[in-house]
């Protein structure tokens, strides 16, 4: 079973995405699962940036450490991952007597560490130092002149040396790849579709390629792997597609009927958006063309001057009767506090995409969290119940954002979808979706219903029948109103009202299926129960799995919905437990707070990550083993630079 990390590592601005993106296509072509994370400074250029890839015959969901290679392009790379290496170390012969405090752009309290694990292991603070260690503890270390072959490039390929000198990650990934037995043509075939149509990028980075095979074969040939055997995707049947998490959801927003997208720009929130620009307007299957009397499709993308604008134009493109959303992250949330109250009170159907990152407040605007449940649940004053709903991989996110969407309309509500920097940013393949059973569910619409209409009428199930504007007078106001919009204070009619808005999320609870609100993987008999949601899934189902060839039972419950929130499918789960442990991406325990807020039951283990970086497997395995050996209560997990 081939299960392979590899990572590749140099400065911010230097092809460290393009290198790690071209080595995804690698993979994918040889057959494999892929899912790629990269991890980056929030500034532009010059600070320290890694791709990690985890390369799997089947599911790929989560990085993993150590990496059978790891490629360190500078000499902040080599400080910066010698821990990482589980096989082969590729470095710069440039930087050999490069020394630990002339890197400028390296954190001082990294330096300090490394520094004062270089003292215990007597070896000096160079590059060289560093790479002796690495060849002591067994691992293959392989040295490259990279600025040579990057010269030796330019003079092949008939450019100029400067042209070029993004080329060096090709270099530098190249030699690692042919040392794991990666066949040259893959890499060239992968460089062709990654530069589609950029004839001047692709000759020389696949010179640059065949340089450095050529290179690697002749000085390293005694310790490269042999070839790398296919996948069992090597020629599927289904098509697959490698896309970043915010990709995968703007996807999915097309399929489900998007027509307006708002947002203000802020990271990771606003790859989706940008992505959703190239699909404003679209050309549409002969069928679906057929049936709407149209040759084209489209959407309106439109970025306001802020995120407080961007969710009250998307309240008031669903009032005009569009499927509307809008995306952000936590500072954005935190703006749109009043206006998410407003959508509330007028049951507008919006839906409201949160990528959550570090903080509070700016906190760490290109690293990773869990730590916007409780606003999600909770933002915005007085009794504002909405849907809450978090995507685990990007599978389920396609299908969420299209279900969202139906949601939204259906109870009339807001929908808050939630999803990670580890997801928005991560590259995954994903077979081609599955349509067939996708259905547009926009609820109880009447269209020019006469006036007067009674837009928020009273009614069993809680939700009341909707208009569009101009299809007749209606009233919107952020006061509490009567049957028909129109402002209203009176006591039994507040009662009335507010039991209205709350029964329609009794009736959500009731037909939403109980697959879209969590799920339990493994065997439901297992001993130990790990909980968690959003991208904690990956980790948890390799977990479960290396645990359990380890003889330790262990399933994974993941939370998919907040609000609805299954209770009694939770409460069954944990107390048939003998032992319980909760997996989370924030410092607070904020989704087992809300399993005891909900059911009672306090979650008595804690394994938790708030470093910005997402859940490595290898760290998980240990911090489960830890609690089963010594029975302490909370592991804090720092594993990842």
Request: net charge neutral.
């Amino acid at each position: 079973m081939v299960d392979l990390v590899f990572e590749i590592g140099g400065p911010q601005g230097g092809g460290i995405e393009s290198a790690g993106q071209i080595a995804l296509r690698v993979f994918m072509l040889k057959g494999y699962r892929v899912y790629g994370t990269r991890e980056y400074h929030s500034n532009i250029m010059g600070k320290h940036s890694y791709f990690n890839i985890r390369v799997r015959e089947d599911r790929a969901l989560a990085p993993d450490l150590p990496a059978d290679i790891v490629v360190a392009l500078d000499a902040e790379s080599v400080f910066t991952h010698y821990n990482d290496v589980g096989e082969f170390f590729v470095y710069d012969t440039g930087v050999l007597k490069k020394d630990i405090d002339t890197i400028q752009s390296m954190s001082k309290y990294l330096k300090a560490r490394v520094k004062e694990e270089l003292d215990k292991e007597g070896v000096p603070h160079t590059v060289e130092g560093v790479v002796k260690l690495v060849e002591s503890r067994g691992k293959k270390v392989v040295g490259v002149p990279l600025r040579n072959l990057l010269k030796e490039t330019a003079e092949k390929a008939g450019v100029s040396l400067v042209s070029i000198s993004r080329a060096i990650n090709t270099i530098g990934m190249a030699v690692g790849l042919s040392l794991i037995g990666v066949e040259l043509e893959h890499l060239e075939k992968a460089i062709t579709l990654f530069f589609a149509g950029k004839k001047k990028v692709i000759h020389p980075n696949i010179v640059a390629s065949q340089v450095a095979y050529e290179y690697a074969i002749e000085k390293f040939g005694g310790i490269h792997r042999t070839k790398l055997p296919d996948g069992p995707h090597k020629n599927p049947a289904t098509p697959r597609l490698v896309v970043s998490g915010n990709d995968i959801v703007a996807m999915g927003k097309v399929a489900g009927g998007l027509r307006v997208q708002t947002y203000y720009p802020i990271t990771p929130a606003a790859d989706e958006s940008l992505y959703l620009e190239k699909f404003e307007d679209f050309p549409l299957t002969p069928e679906a063309a057929e049936k709407l009397g149209l040759e084209r499709g489209g959407l309106l993308v439109v970025q306001t001057e802020d995120e407080i604008s961007a969710l009250n134009m998307a309240i008031g493109a669903s009032l005009a009767g569009a499927r509307a959303a809008t995306s952000t992250s936590g500072p954005g949330l935190s703006l749109m506090a009043e206006a998410l109250g407003y959508a509330g009170i007028i049951e507008a159907p919006v839906v409201i995409t949160l990528y959550m990152r570090g903080g509070p407040s700016t906190g760490m605007p290109t690293r990773n969290s869990q730590s916007d449940l409780w606003s999600s649940l909770f933002e915005g004053h007085g009794d504002l119940p909405r849907i809450v709903v978090a995507s685990g991989d990007h599978e389920e996110a396609f299908y969420d954002a299209i279900k969202a969407l139906n949601w939204a309309e259906k109870y009339q509500t807001p929908v808050i979808h939630l999803l990670e920097k580890a997801i928005a940013n991560a590259m995954k393949d994903v077979f081609n979706p599955d349509l067939s059973n996708v259905k547009i569910e926009r609820g109880k619409i009447e269209r020019n219903p006469g006036y007067p209409f009674q837009r928020f009428k009273y009614t069993e199930d809680g939700v009341s029948p909707r208009a569009f504007l101009g299809d007749t007078a209606l009233w919107y106001t952020s006061n509490e109103h009567d049957q028909y919009g129109r402002r209203n204070e009176d006591p039994v009619e507040r009662i009335k009202m507010q039991d209205k808005r709350l029964r329609k999320f009794e009736t959500a609870a009731k037909e939403i299926p109980l697959e879209d609100k969590i799920a339990l993987y493994g065997d439901p008999d297992a001993p130990i129960t790990l909980v968690g949601w959003g991208a904690v899934k990956g980790a948890a189902l390799d977990a479960i799995e290396r645990l359990g060839k380890e003889g330790v039972k262990v399933n994974y419950l993941h939370l998919r919905m907040f609000m609805p929130f299954p209770s009694d499918y939770v409460s069954a789960v944990l107390n048939k437990a003998e032992k319980v442990i909760g997996v989370e991406g924030n410092a607070l325990a904020q989704a087992m707070q809300v399993i005891r807020m909900f059911t009672g039951i306090e979650v008595p283990h804690l394994i938790l990550k708030y470093t910005g970086r997402p859940i490595f497997v290898n760290e998980l395995v240990d911090a489960v083993k830890h609690i089963l050996n010594t029975g302490d209560k909370k592991v804090v997990l720092n594993y990842g630079q």
